[in-house]
């Protein structure tokens, strides 16, 4: 037999080995569907009507239906029973918030009088208040820019403060503000006109300001303990609260791969969680009679799973600390029922449980990329179960736990670097390598010292532990900036739209599931070509913002109409176009407008109606004042964007070629039906 015919039966045996040809698990298939179908509802351009409820109610009963009279079609069914379910469950849970929050909007100069939830940092590292304000028996919340003073979270207190409805995305496709903060119950975001003032109702306080108020009080303790950046990570660590993060601490861990640390999620959650089963699994092994009669490690995942709902209570309960609760619950409850935790079916379940109580995660890059790391993690472990794994038994057993870190963040690092990419476009190269050498310390040293500090702390005990945690958190931030320094540690990743991430999933989906080696490499190089595909694909030549800023493309640097204003819009527009840090200048412009230059074309900006028939002739793009009447703009033989429509649908991106305009995107589209849009 032929050396190739022997390699293709090795790599055969590799990609497809005999123990996976059992079927896929029905839980997994109808998880799958539903998180489409909550993909399919909140990625629309309109909010789904009735007919679409009532076509996929339609579907769900065929699809149920068909389990059971066409078994035959059975992974078809549930599949189109998990879309339809999604489709139903998004919508349901649109109308929910819809019916609670109040109809009316918060805009201009407001008097404020609410209890303090929470203070937050900014981008720009100022204090951010989040106010709950009750009205009956509905509540929403407000963002204000604002020094608290005395005030603490938990307080009652009144202030005066000008207010907007939260922001748009800043390009189309990027991150909509308004999107999340609906769904947070955030109706209005400003800043203070005054000094909050604190109101005087101690009798009044229920549990959720006390709870506000006793986490405050833990993360001041934390950080009075422990010196320097690191006290605010290990505040954001132990309770959820990442006020004290000054913005270079935490711009240097996501250079270096580790800003996942930062925020309160599944890692955080199963170094609790798991520390805390071993630890009292081992305990209870020790008493022999209990050992002989007991399940010790049932008796250790109830207390695991104890601790882990104190421990979401402590965080704060934030959206990601709840996605990672609910995969622990699924986690630890197999172990109670006697199954194994980490399996497809248990992903199914939490993947299927988040998305019934939190259908509108789907789409963010937290959803994605928790869901992401843990399947592949899965479908990893079971791919070595149904083969010897020669490595691991070569190891010494002293080695092999940081073969399993290594592991881990290997594979864990791959599944999210693409999904991170698309959403932040920004790819940390080295961060396997700051992973790798981040994790262990922040692992065996700074969450359990953590812990520990935390159990100590009402006696008084706690400096030792809190020591050993300042001293983890400084090595890792070590790391973290020399990884920062080394040449080309971020690379700047140019945006693509969202179908591509859904067929890139899917995709992913498949080579894991896949029966056959002809479908897993099909899979594989399909994703590969994607990937290879998007360096080169098409990017805007033009950002145009409502309050008429235009930035353009032109060769390896851009310009600007001005300088002053729109800063934030053009760093967004550059590093979805994979330019941040490109050098760029003003166009030339006089008292009548500005004529900026483009590869292919030009674009005039006129700032008198004046210019505008020379405009018209001269350029190939003319970009209207919001003052302009729209009736002059169509007598232009050129095409025309005008400002006033901006205002209405948001900010533009352009596509030209050397013909004229060949595509125009704003952020919403001309007809919008979504609540937080409107």
Not at 10 to 24: E, F, M, N, W
Not at 169 to 182: E, L, M, N, T
Not at 332 to 356: D, E, K, N, T, Y
Not at 627 to 635: F, L, S, V, Y
Request: proline share 5%; hydrophobic share 50%.
């Amino acid at each position: 037999m032929s050396l190739g015919v022997h390699g293709f039966k090795r790599l055969k045996a590799v990609l497809d080995p005999p123990t996976h040809t059992r079927p896929v698990a029905p839980a997994l298939l109808l998880a799958l569907g539903l998180a489409a179908g909550a993909v399919l509802y909140f990625s629309a351009g309109q909010r789904p009507g009735s007919v679409w409820t009532g076509g996929a109610k339609v579907m769900a009963l065929c699809g149920f239906a068909a389990l059971f009279l066409l078994p035959e079609l059975r992974k078809l069914a549930l599949i189109l029973t998990g879309v339809a379910s999604g489709l139903l469950v998004s919508d349901m849970r649109l109308s929910s918030i819809e019916s609670v929050l109040p109809g009316h909007q918060l805009s201009g100069r407001n008097e404020i009088t609410g209890w303090l939830e929470r203070i937050e940092r900014s981008g720009s590292g100022r204090s951010r208040l989040i106010i709950r304000i009750e009205e009956a028996d509905r509540w929403h919340r407000v963002r204000v820019l604002a020094r608290p003073g005395e005030a603490r979270p938990g307080d009652r207190l009144s202030l005066s403060a000008m207010l907007e409805p939260p922001r748009g995305a800043v390009v189309p496709g990027g991150y909509d503000g308004r999107y999340y903060a609906w769904f947070q119950r955030i109706r209005a975001s400003g800043w203070a006109l005054s000094l909050p003032e604190r109101l005087e109702d101690e009798d009044r306080r229920g549990p959720p300001r006390l709870l506000a108020r006793w986490r405050f009080d833990m993360a001041e303790a934390i950080r009075a303990r422990i010196d320097g950046p690191a006290s605010g990570i290990a505040a954001a660590l132990l309770v959820g609260d990442r006020s004290g993060i000054d913005p270079e601490t935490a711009e240097s861990l996501r250079v270096a791969g580790l800003g996942h640390i930062l925020a309160i999620s599944g890692l955080h959650m199963a170094l609790m969680a798991g520390g805390t089963f071993f630890a009292v699994r081992l305990g209870l092994s020790a008493i022999n009679r209990l050992a002989r009669r007991q399940d010790v490690a049932r008796l250790a995942a109830i207390v695991a799973l104890v601790v882990s709902v104190a421990y979401l209570l402590i965080s704060g309960a934030g959206i990601p600390t709840q996605r990672a609760f609910v995969v622990t619950v699924v986690a630890l409850g197999a172990m109670i029922a006697g199954r194994r935790a980490f399996s497809l079916q248990s992903f199914a379940l939490a993947l299927g449980a988040v998305v019934l109580i939190q259908p509108e995660s789907v789409i963010s890059p937290g959803f994605q990329m928790s869901f992401s790391a843990v399947g592949a993690l899965i479908a990893v472990h079971e791919w070595r179960r149904s083969r010897e794994d020669v490595m691991e038994r070569r190891l010494p057993g002293f080695l092999r736990p940081f073969w399993e870190l290594t592991l881990t963040s290997f594979v864990a690092g791959t599944a999210t670097a693409v999904i991170g990419a698309f959403h932040f476009h920004r790819l940390a190269s080295y961060g396997l390598l700051g992973n790798l050498l981040a994790m262990p310390v922040f692992s065996f040293l700074v969450m359990p010292a953590g812990v520990l500090g935390l159990l100590l702390m009402p006696v008084g005990l706690d400096a030792p532990a809190f020591a050993l945690m300042e001293l983890g958190l400084n090595t890792i931030l070590s790391i973290s900036r020399w990884i920062e320094a080394l040449p080309t540690a971020a690379r700047a990743v140019p945006a693509v739209p969202g179908w591509w991430l859904a067929l890139y999933i899917a995709l992913a989906a498949l080579l894991i599931l896949g029966r056959g080696l002809l479908a897993r490499l099909v899979a594989g190089g399909v994703a590969a070509t994607l990937v290879g595909l998007w360096a080169l694909w098409p990017q805007p030549d033009v950002f145009i913002s409502a309050d008429g800023v235009v930035v353009a493309r032109s060769g390896e640097g851009w310009t600007a109409n001005t300088l002053r204003r729109g800063r934030f819009g053009r760093q967004v527009f550059l590093e979805r176009s994979a330019m941040a840090g490109q050098t760029g200048e003003r166009a030339a412009c006089d008292d009548l407008g500005c004529l900026l230059e483009t590869d292919y074309l030009r674009i005039a900006v006129p700032s008198r109606i004046e210019a505008l028939q020379e405009d018209c002739e001269r350029a190939d793009l003319v970009v209207l004042s919001a003052d302009t009447p729209r009736w002059i703009g169509r007598r232009c033989g050129r095409p025309v964007i005008a400002l006033s429509e901006l205002a209405e649908r948001g900010n533009a991106l352009v596509w030209l070629n050397n013909s004229g305009v060949a595509r125009i995107r704003y952020v919403d589209a001309a007809e919008t039906s979504w609540p937080w849009q409107t």
